[in-house]
């Protein structure tokens, strides 16, 4: 039988969540690279004793804290959300089981039994955003169907959701007839018969 993805997407305002990388190497830059292209107002620290200059320089342009030094339980509080990314494994285990006691969401980097969540290939016109995951088992799909998706996705359709927003605000009438009416009017976007639920 095919093999299913059973993660739940969500689409996070990193902006009002404290997001925390343990790290301040490579993975942590690559990391701090795409959530900040998705998610340019995040609010994170990294914390790490020692920090490449790529890093540092990515960090100094966007809302990030910086902390220099070793990590411990303490740099937890307050944060929502963590990302471990340190060379040293047992480091990175201990950052896992400590979240894990306290219920916050952690994802150790390139290591999948200790991921509560991955983070996904993501492309972004507009308003329109399309997170794309492969359930962990080929990193380097997601990035190529991310270059697909930035490639074939027109940049004109955040003027179709803009529009439609707008027009969504001139019907008249009770909220079923409102979908009805947009439904009706997009029809011609999809080629294929209207099954209900989709
Ligand atoms: C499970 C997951 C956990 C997580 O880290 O969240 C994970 C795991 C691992 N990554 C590894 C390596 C690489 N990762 C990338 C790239 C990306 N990896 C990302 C996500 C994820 N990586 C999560 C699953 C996502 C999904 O469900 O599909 C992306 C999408 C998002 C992001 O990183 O933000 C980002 C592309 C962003 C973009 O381009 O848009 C490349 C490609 C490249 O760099 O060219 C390589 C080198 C090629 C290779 O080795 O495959 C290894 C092996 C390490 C080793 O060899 O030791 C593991 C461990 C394993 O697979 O077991
Ligand atoms: N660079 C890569 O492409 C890949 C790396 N990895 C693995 O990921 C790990 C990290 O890789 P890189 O980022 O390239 O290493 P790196 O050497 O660039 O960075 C390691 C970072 O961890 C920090 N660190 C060490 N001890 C710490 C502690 N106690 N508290 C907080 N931070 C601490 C260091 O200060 C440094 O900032 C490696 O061990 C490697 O096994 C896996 C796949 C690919």
Redesign the pocket.
């Known amino acids: 039988m095919q093999e299913r993805n059973n993660l739940y997407p969500i689409f996070l305002k990193a902006q009002r969540l404290h997001i925390l990388i ?7 830059e690559e990391k701090l690279h795409f959530l900040l292209k998705s998610s340019p107002d995040a609010k994170v620290t990294l ?6 200059e790529n890093t540092l320089n990515l960090a100094k342009q966007f809302n990030v804290e910086v902390v220099e030094d ?2 411990n339980r303490t740099y937890l509080n307050g944060k929502h959300l963590v990302i471990a ?4 494994p047992d ?1 990175n285990i201990e950052v896992y089981n400590d979240c894990r006691a306290q219920n916050i969401l952690v994802n150790v980097a ?1 290591n999948p039994p200790y991921c509560d969540f991955y983070m996904g290939g993501i492309v972004t016109k507009g308003n329109v955003k399309i997170a794309i995951s492969t359930n962990g088992k080929s990193p380097t799909t997601a990035k190529r169907l991310r270059q697909f998706f930035e490639d074939v996705i027109p940049e004109h359709i955040d003027d179709l959701v803009k529009n439609l927003n707008e027009y969504r605000k001139t019907i008249k009438g009770d909220f079923e007839e409102k979908v009805q009416t947009l439904n009706e009017f997009t029809k011609g976007l999809i080629n294929k018969k209207e099954a209900h639920h989709d």
Not at 22 to 28: H, L, N, Q, R
Not at 85 to 88: A, I, L, S
């Open positions: 343990v790290g301040g190497g490579s993975v942590a914390v790490a004793p020692m920090f490449r070793y990590y990314t340190t060379n040293q480091i390139d």
